[in-house]
């Protein structure tokens, strides 16, 4: 499903329960929490809550609620500049958008269709130590590199297909965050493991 397709999805969806929202954010946002009803999106210094109510959903910013009440469709937009905002100096892409990897970095395309490459060599002078490349967790699949400009994140989300009504796994994406994660080590840098 491509970029729009998720979007179409998001904006013309009526949540049936805030676990289906949770389950929608989830998947966009990485620290995304569900507890006692509420979904908790924590981003830098700044914690959002979003809880259901009688007309939709309401907000609480750093514990404090916001005046609006959001519909189905708008929170979920909400949530994401949200996080957008939060983050600027930060790129977050999926997995396949990875063109290749190499002994030197990872090229990756954009949603433009332009090429990027995040040099490890780069990224190394910009860790904690002189050979980090980046942080990683298994737990919440992804790496986040320490690139010069921007941080880097790269997302590994389940892929699937589907033929005659029926779902398949294509690819296990441990097996693709082991590849980037072995092209690290056989390069000879490592990563900050947060799992």
């Not at 179409?8 to 006692?36: G, M, P, T, V």
């Not at 514990?63 to 790129?91: H, M, N, P, S, T």
């Not at 589907?162 to 080590?185: P, V, W």
Request: charged share 30%; proline share 2%.
């Amino acid at each position: 499903m491509n970029e729009n397709e998720k979007l179409y999805k998001a904006h013309h969806r009526n949540y049936k329960s805030i676990e289906e929202l949770y389950d929608d954010l989830s998947n966009a946002i990485i620290n995304c929490d569900f507890e006692n009803n509420k979904i908790i999106i924590h981003c830098t210094s700044d914690t959002l809550e979003i809880e259901p109510s009688r007309w939709g959903y309401c907000t609480y910013l750093n514990g404090k609620r916001e005046a609006d009440e959001w519909e189905d469709q708008d929170i979920y937009f909400y949530a994401l500049a949200f996080v957008q905002q939060q983050q600027k100096g930060f790129a977050e892409f999926e997995d396949t958008s990875i063109v290749r990897i190499t002994n030197e970095g990872v090229t990756y395309c954009d949603i433009f269709g332009r090429n990027h490459f995040v040099r490890y060599e780069d990224c190394a002078m910009n860790g904690p130590t002189a050979s980090c490349v980046a942080e990683q967790d298994i737990t919440k699949w992804y790496f986040k590199f320490y690139s010069p400009s921007v941080s880097i994140k790269i997302m590994f989300r389940s892929l699937f297909v589907f033929k005659k009504g029926k779902r398949f796994l294509t690819g296990r994406r441990e097996k693709r965050f082991r590849t980037l994660q072995q092209s690290i080590t056989d390069s000879g840098f490592t990563t900050c493991d947060l799992s």
